[in-house]
């Protein structure tokens, strides 16, 4: 699996997670600035049976990576770290027009986990978020989701990234708002983005 580009999916997200699914092939870029935690981390991931793991201690070391050819499935970042943080390193990666692979999955990991932090992540383009203290399978399942119900990505007006809908409301009977604008033409309409896509 490593080196696999992840794009737009029409797989509809049913809130279940599959089981025993093989991480040993999964590889994983950690960027965590403390030492311990990276270390927990990372044995955590080789528990879950993932081993393909390189680190880094902040959001330079991942750009340095990304940009000298490194292609992993998923990125594992802290919120706070110096020199380039989280929410900095996710929207260069989101850069249609600068970064290598723009559609790489990436979970925050953080300790900050208000409404209004989450929301700030979601904006900046991240897959999911787990708040620490973090637990094997709730990882496990975050990875999972990344995987196998991978959001749909789309493209708008200062935003590129996975649909911030993180699911579809079935109850729902009202105007599709983000369809409404982009049937209209709306500047703030967002449109579903093609892998490769850049500009």
């Not at 953080?110 to 989450?118: D, I, K, L, Q």
């Not at 496990?140 to 911030?164: L, N, Q």
């Not at 009202?174 to 850049?198: L, S, V």
């Amino acid at each position: 699996m490593g080196g696999t580009r992840y794009g737009p999916s029409d797989t509809e997200e049913t809130g279940e997670s599959p089981v025993n699914l093989d991480l040993e092939k999964v590889y994983v870029v950690l960027a965590e600035d403390n030492p311990f935690m990276r270390s927990l981390i990372r044995t955590v991931l080789r528990v879950l049976g993932c081993d393909h793991v390189a680190e880094a201690a902040n959001g330079i070391e991942v750009l340095r990576l990304l940009k000298a050819g490194q292609n992993p499935d998923i990125i594992i970042t802290n919120w706070e770290m110096p020199k380039l943080d989280g929410i900095t390193l996710i929207r260069m990666i989101r850069d249609p027009n600068e970064s290598p692979n723009p559609y790489v999955p990436i979970i925050m990991v953080s300790a900050y986990s208000e409404e209004h932090r989450v929301i700030q992540a979601r904006d900046a383009g991240v897959s999911e978020f787990l708040a620490k203290p973090i637990s094997a399978q709730l990882l496990y399942e975050r990875i999972v989701t990344t995987i196998e119900h991978p959001r749909p990505f789309v493209k708008s007006e200062g935003f590129f990234g996975p649909d911030r809908r993180h699911r579809q409301d079935p109850l729902y009977a009202g105007t599709e708002r983000r369809k409404a604008h982009a049937e209209e033409g709306a500047p703030n309409g967002e449109a579903a983005a093609e892998p490769g896509t850049r500009g």
